[in-house]
């Protein structure tokens, strides 16, 4: 619908799997985004790409890693996650110079 | 630290009748911003924008008012409809800062 999608959808983890988030986006956009979205929380943005080059790591822990292998895809790779890093992952693209983000439907993380 | 938040969590309102959805934020500088709809499973969705030398925009059925002196940022949905139901939160930009505010569910009862 918004030209971003997100796979999967939904995702059940153990603390000691890998698993990989999954984004593209459609629309020409220069700029890639992952935030964390948790209950009754604000927006969280986790990291931000343009042009491929990573601009933007907001403190997040190791145990996430992005990968951007082109401008229309984002990878967030998850390892050795915590419970409390269940939540919504939303992926986000934009045009540079444009503040107004296309979101994803998210990917639903919960960590066992 | 400065923040963007909204003063009601959730809102509840009949169907056809208008709704203001309101949102705070501290940081002066910040010099556009945007209102976001989340409906349940889906990501946002971008409603309005509106930049610093205004203060009012209209759209269709919204309207945002922005009052700087307060820094005060309001989201009013005329006629409201129940598939206006949803999450509804704002997101204030300083250069290339933003923030966004946890947001207010809004009900709609028919």
């Known amino acids: 619908e918004t030209g971003v999608t997100q796979t999967p959808r939904h995702l059940v983890m153990g603390m000691t799997n890998k698993k990989s988030l999954k984004c593209e986006q459609h629309?020409?956009?220069?700029?890639m985004y992952w935030y964390k979205q948790s209950a009754k929380k604000p927006l969280e943005l986790m990291f931000v790409y343009n042009f491929k080059e990573q601009t933007e790591n907001n403190s997040v822990p190791s145990r996430f890693s992005p990968e951007c292998p082109n401008s229309s895809h984002l990878f967030l790779h998850l390892h050795t996650l915590q419970p409390e890093d269940s939540a919504l992952y939303l992926c986000a693209s934009s045009s540079q110079g444009d503040n107004e983000q296309f979101f994803g439907p998210g990917t639903r993380l919960t960590v066992l | 630290g400065e923040s963007v938040g909204l003063h009601l969590p959730t809102l509840s309102v009949q169907e056809g009748d208008n709704s203001i959805i309101n949102c705070a934020y501290s940081n002066s500088a910040s010099d556009y911003f945007i209102w976001y709809k989340q409906e349940s499973g889906k990501g946002p969705q971008f409603i309005i924008d509106i930049r610093s030398n205004m203060d009012k925009r209209q759209g269709q059925r919204v309207t945002v008012l922005l009052n700087k002196t307060v820094k005060h940022l309001s989201l009013q949905i005329a006629a409201t409809q129940p598939g206006d139901s949803a999450v509804y939160f704002c997101?204030?930009?300083?250069?290339?800062?933003?923030?966004f505010g946890a947001g207010t569910r809004l009900t709609v009862k028919p």
């Open positions: 629309l020409g956009h220069n700029a």
């Open positions: 997101a204030e930009y300083n250069n290339n800062d933003m923030r």
